[in-house]
């Protein structure tokens, strides 16, 4: 168990509807990086928050947005959904800014969009 | 921008027979270099940190090496239970994690 919590487990829904994903890191980590997993993209990095400051951002289309609140946890939104947006969804924690510290990674999110 | 490209795709093994993944790299400044295993439908598990070339990691049947281009993950006398994906990842001078596609272990009983 790497202590990185991620809800819900699955969820499906409709095109063009927004959903919410919840990240709660291991103790102690202060960054969260979310992640997104197709079977054709292997995992792509999406965007970085270190303790409530956006860090980094990778290929986060303008409809997904993340925030980390001051409790650590990280939510990430994903709206006007689109077939392709089916994927999992991962999140990571790690403990570093700037140092080249590994990231643990949650049991992710499957989002299916029907 | 920082590149990983691991080889091969996928690799069958039979059990007890010995070999190598490979993974690629270019990167702005190596932070270091990240191996995990990943199980079907499950988050990847963090297995070994390398940071600088010369530099190998041992864990039961794993063995990671890495030189200033590639890295290595030997696996000696494999079991069914190593059957995974095993993914190669590089963390430069952007702090970002970039990950390859992966290789897709098998192994035979």
């Known amino acids: 168990d790497s202590g990185v919590t991620q809800t819900p487990k699955h969820l499906i829904t409709a095109t063009g509807q927004r959903v919410t994903l919840r990240c709660s890191p291991r103790s102690g980590d202060l960054s969260v990086y979310w992640y997104q997993q197709s079977l054709d993209q292997g995992l792509q990095f999406l965007i970085h928050?270190?303790?409530?400051?956006?860090?980094a951002k990778g290929n986060i289309l303008e409809r997904f947005s993340a925030q980390q609140f001051p409790d650590l946890h990280s939510e990430l939104n994903l709206s006007s959904l689109e077939l392709g947006d089916s994927a999992l969804y991962f999140c990571?924690?790690?403990?570093?800014?700037?140092?080249?510290?590994?990231?643990?990674f949650g049991n992710g999110t499957r989002l299916t969009v029907t | 921008e920082d590149q990983v490209t691991q080889s091969p795709e996928a690799l069958r093994l039979q059990e007890g027979e010995s070999s190598s993944l490979n993974c690629s790299y270019t990167?702005?400044?190596?932070?270091?270099l990240f191996w995990y295993r990943q199980d079907p439908g499950k988050g990847p598990e963090f297995l070994f940190t390398l940071y600088s070339a010369g530099e190998e990691k041992e864990k039961e049947r794993l063995k990671a090496t890495l030189t200033k281009k590639e890295s290595f993950l030997h696996i000696t006398a494999p079991k069914p239970e190593d059957s995974a994906t095993y993914l190669c990842a590089v963390r430069g001078n952007n702090n970002d994690m970039r990950f390859g596609a992966g290789t897709r272990l098998t192994v035979k009983p």
């Open positions: 990571a924690s790690s403990r570093d800014r700037e140092v080249g510290l590994a990231l643990h």
């Open positions: 990167v702005s400044g190596l932070r270091g």
């Open positions: 928050y270190y303790n409530g400051e956006e860090r």
